[in-house]
């Protein structure tokens, strides 16, 4: 069964639905690109008590990154590609995001380009 997910791309800009699978491997494999290749280790940041933004780990580490900013988690810059999903009450489970492409488009801040 897949969920609704909301991929986010700085690296194009884009803001995007998508639907992936429940289980971890399909998050690795969503975020995994050919801007930035296989990303090893993932973090939740919780957006608000049902939504979570999950991204590359060790994206500012690595180089050629692009970055992006999500307002409603204030000032924090973020690298790589990132996707939101939505999570059940008690956090044990992923579930699709209740966000539109509008809503979270309308919160990115990006890097600008040299």
Not at 3 to 11: D, Q, R, S
Not at 92 to 100: H, P, R, Y
Request: hydrophobic share 40%.
């Amino acid at each position: 069964m897949k969920m609704k997910g909301i991929l986010i791309n700085p690296f194009k800009m884009t803001v995007t639905d998508v639907e992936i699978g429940r289980k971890l491997e399909d998050v690795y494999n969503i975020l995994t690109t050919p801007e930035i290749g296989v990303v090893s280790m993932i973090e939740r940041v919780q957006i608000k008590n049902d939504q979570d933004l999950w991204l590359d780990e060790e994206g500012l580490f690595k180089a050629h990154q692009s970055k992006f900013g999500f307002t409603p988690l204030g000032f924090n810059i973020f690298s790589g590609c990132a996707i939101l999903l939505g999570s059940t009450e008690d956090l044990t489970e992923w579930d699709d995001t209740k966000l539109s492409i509008r809503e979270v488009y309308d919160c990115m801040m990006w890097e600008k380009k040299r």
